[in-house]
Every structure is written in C-alpha cells, then in structure tokens.
C-alpha cells in the first residue's frame, strides 16, 4: 500500500476466520466493498451486500494489495473480480453475540458514531 489515502474508493476484500477458544473454526466471514474511511481510528467499507459499514482495526500492515483475479466468497457464494486489496483476520470469539456482531458490523469498536 502506498499511502493511506490511496485505500479510499478503492475495493477491500476482507476475511474474518471465527475460532472457538479450542481453535475450532466457527465460522469464515467475507465481505468486500469500497473504502469509506482510512484514519487512525479504523478502516471502514461500505459494504455491497448490505450498503452497511463494516469497519476492521487502523492496522495498515494487514492491508496487501490484492493479486489480479476472482476471488470466490465461501461465505455468500459471491465472485469478487479484481479487489484491490485485501485483509485477512482471525479472532476467537466465546458466543453467539460476538460472531452476529462480527458478521454484521466488523470490529464494532472502530466504527465512527
């Protein structure tokens, strides 16, 4: 990544792999869309499935360009052409709440209120 200005309006793939606390997948989530907002308080897209914000950590060494080509989304089924970055987490989450929260919002503690 150049700058960080040069993420805005530009498509971030994003993979968030959900582990139990025995290291047991949970669940993969996959969301993509165009960058909103790039600061010091996080990393906010607008999301195409729902036109929501879905934001991730200020964490810009976990942001790599993306190799040409279709990225196909376990999660939805969906074929992303040509992301322009990508973004890979995974976190390990105790119930039910936190997954839902994960899935709809991202990290919700760096979303902008």
């Not at 376990?74 to 039910?96: A, I």
Request: glycine share 8%.
């Amino acid at each position: 990544m150049k700058s960080i200005d040069s993420l805005l309006d530009k498509i971030l793939l994003i993979g968030i792999t959900v582990l139990d606390d025995n290291e047991e997948l949970i669940t993969q989530i996959q969301v993509y869309g165009p960058v909103i907002r790039a600061d010091a308080d996080g990393i906010a897209i607008c999301r195409n499935q729902t036109q929501s914000e879905f934001t991730i950590p200020p964490d810009f060494e976990n942001v790599s360009e993306a190799q040409p080509g279709e990225y196909n989304l376990r999660s939805t089924g969906e074929t992303v052409v040509d992301p322009d970055y990508l973004s890979s987490w995974t976190v390990h989450c105790g119930n039910k709440e936190q997954v839902k929260q994960y899935s709809e919002v991202g990290f919700s503690g760096y979303r902008k209120q």
